[in-house]
C-alpha cells in the first residue's frame, strides 16, 4: 500500500500508547480515521491530543476480543467512510507471571485480546476491504514475544505466536489469491507506553488475577522497568511501521538487538532437525 492520502484506517488500542502513536502517523499522511478502544473516555482524551478535523475521525467504543464488538465496529467504519484501506489490529494487554500461576482467567483475556481480536478484525475486514477492490494492508500488531519466549509471559508469548503465525498464514493466501491487501506483523521489543499497566483494561468478567508469588512480582517488576526503559518511542514504531507498510515488508522489527535472539532460537530449530536419528527410524520427510 504506496499511497496513504485520503484512504481509511481503523486503529485499534487507539486510546494508548502506539494504537494512538499509529493514529497521529496515519492522520500526519492525510488519511481519515476510525479509531477504536475499550476505553471509550480515555480514546475521547486522546483523540482530542491528536486536535484533527472532526470530519476525519471517528471514535468508536469496542472489547475488540468479542466478536459481536468487532463485527460492530466494521459496520461503523464502512457506513461512516464507505471504505477501509488499511486495518491495524493492534489493541493488546500485557501479563506477567510464572506460567503456573496463569489461571483460566488470565489464559482467556490475553488470548481473547492480542490473538482472537486479531482474528476477529480478519473476518469482519478483510472480505469487505477486498470487495471494494482498491489497495489495501492490514497491519497485526504481534511483539518481538511473538519470535522468542522471555519467561514470566506465557500467555503473552504464546498469543503473539499467535498473531506471527495467523499473519504469515494470512500473506499466503492472500498472495495465492493475487490480492491487492498485503499484510505487515510488527514486531517491537519493548516500548514506553501503558502496557505494564494492562489490569486496568481487565474487563470484570475475567475477575481480578490471583495475588502473584514472589518469583511472579520480579518477573512483573522487570516487565515494567524493561517498558519503561524502551528506546525507541511510540511515536519512532509507527513511523517505522508506516514506513514498512509503504514499502510492503511483512516482517517488521524496529529493535535490531533481537536479531541475535531470533537467530539463536531458529538455529537451535534447524539444528535439531539436522541431529541424526537413531538408525531404524525412518528418515525425515517434509509434510
Ligand atoms: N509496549 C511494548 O513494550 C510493546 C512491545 C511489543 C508489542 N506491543 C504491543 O503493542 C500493542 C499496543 O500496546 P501498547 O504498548 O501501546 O499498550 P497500551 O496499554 O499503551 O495501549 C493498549 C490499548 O489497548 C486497549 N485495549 C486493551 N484491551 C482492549 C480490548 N479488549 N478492546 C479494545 N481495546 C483494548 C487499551 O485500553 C489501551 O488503550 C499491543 O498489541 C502490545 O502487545 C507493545
Known sequence: MQSFHDRVAVITGAGSGIGLALARQALARGMRVV???LDHEAL???????????????????????????AALADAAFAHFGQVHLLCNNAGVGFSRLAVEHTAA?????IGVNLYAVAHGIRHFLPRMQAGGQAGHVLNTASAAGLVSTPGMAAYNASKQGVVAL????RAELLEQHSPIGVSVL?????????HA????????FGRADQPSEASRVYAQTMQHAVESGRLSADDIARIA???????????????????????????????AETPLPPSTPARTPR
Open 44 to 70: 475521547r482524551r486522546a483523540a482530542d491530543t491528536l486536535a484533527a478535523d472532526p470530519a476525519r475521525v471517528l471514535l468508536h467504543a469496542a472489547d475488540v476480543s468479542r466478536d459481536a464488538e468487532v
Open 35 to 37: 479509531l477504536a478502544d
Open 167 to 170: 499473519s504469515e498464514t494470512l
Open 242 to 272: 508506516f514506513e514498512a507498510v509503504a514499502r510492503g515488508d511483512f516482517y517488521i522489527l524496529p529493535h535490531r538487538r533481537i536479531a541475535q535472539a531470533v537467530a539463536l532460537r531458529f538455529g537451535e530449530i534447524a539444528a535439531a
Open 198 to 205: 494492562s489490569e486496568r483494561a481487565r474487563p470484570p468478567r
Open 106 to 110: 488470565d489464559w482467556e483475556w490475553v
Open 187 to 195: 514486531c517491537p521489543a519493548w516500548v514506553p507506553t501503558g502496557i
